[in-house]
């Protein structure tokens, strides 16, 4: 068997249930927003999560992050943080969790750099950058369960 079958055997249903969610939430999210733009995307999203199968509850929030950071890793193509960022939210509110998706730019010399993370009772769970506080926070929301 081929080593991450291996692995993804090896987790719990829950933990496969999660992470095969977030891999679909996760395609689904980058041609929203490429097609549709964000504001459509946040909602179609989240109401894909209302209508998904029912997983157990998580107990911690970064087993959300593990699963959206997962999926991302072996998903072909490039992932955004924004797609990252609104699967994220979507997630944790599905699971009780509010959390709050925001964006920033940093401007390190001639280009500008954009950044998308979800923050969790001041916390970043998804998106986590060492240098996170270069960004300049441009705009947030919030995402209630």
Known sequence: ????????????????????????LLCACRALLAVVGLDRARRVVALLVAISPPFGGVEDPEHVAWAVACANAY???????????????ALLAAHGYPATVRLGVAKPG????????????????????????????LSSWTVDP
């Open 75 to 89: 998903l072909p193509g490039s992932g955004t943080c924004l797609s990252q960022a609104v699967v994220g939210a």
């Open 1 to 24: 068997m081929l080593p991450p079958l291996r692995k993804f055997a090896s987790l719990s249903r829950e933990e496969r249930l999660l992470l095969c969610t977030s891999a679909v």
């Open 110 to 137: 001639a280009a500008v750099e954009a950044h998308a993370w979800v923050e969790r009772e001041g916390t970043v769970v998804v998106g986590e950058l060492s240098d996170l506080d270069r960004y300049r926070r």
